[in-house]
Nanobody
Framework: QGEVVESGGGSVQPGGSLTVSCVHS????????MAWFRQVPGKEREFVAS????????TYADSVKARFTVSRDYNKRTAWLQMNDLKPEDTGVYYC??????????????????WGQGIQVTVPS
């Protein structure tokens, strides 16, 4: 199947910026949407952003629009999530995922079958 590995997390003060990266080695990845989700203890994993293989179709959760930017390099099997103006409510474990070809709903965790281990992003209040 291959791996999905996130990196670049950490702690940043409110109003600061952070970029997390995702590299995958999923063999059947051609054309698949890559997405970022996040999760805090006791809550469901929530959609943050997604990007198609060419970068021409991008979707953001309302809570991060105008603050976060998702990008990818298809040939390098890499995606990035640049996070600006970070808020305490952005704290969580951030996961990178690849969407199944047969799934339509980019917002649903059930549409994704390749996940990273997650990386912590902390914005103290």
């Amino acid at each position: 199947q291959g791996e999905v590995v996130e990196s670049g997390g950490g702690s940043v003060q409110p109003g600061g910026s952070l970029t997390v990266s995702c590299v995958h080695s999923v063999r059947t990845s051609g054309g698949r949407i890559m997405a970022w989700f996040r999760q805090v203890p006791g809550k469901e994993r929530e959609f943050v952003a997604s990007i198609n293989f060419s970068g021409t179709h991008i979707t953001y959760a309302d809570s991060v629009k105008a603050r976060f930017t998702v990008s990818r390099d298809y040939n390098k099997r890499t995606a990035w999530l640049q996070m600006n103006d970070l808020k305490p409510e952005d704290t969580g474990v951030y996961y990178c995922a690849l969407k199944k070809f047969t799934a339509d709903d980019v917002y649903s965790v059930d549409s994704y079958d390749a996940w990273g281990q997650g990386i912590q992003v902390t914005v103290p209040s």
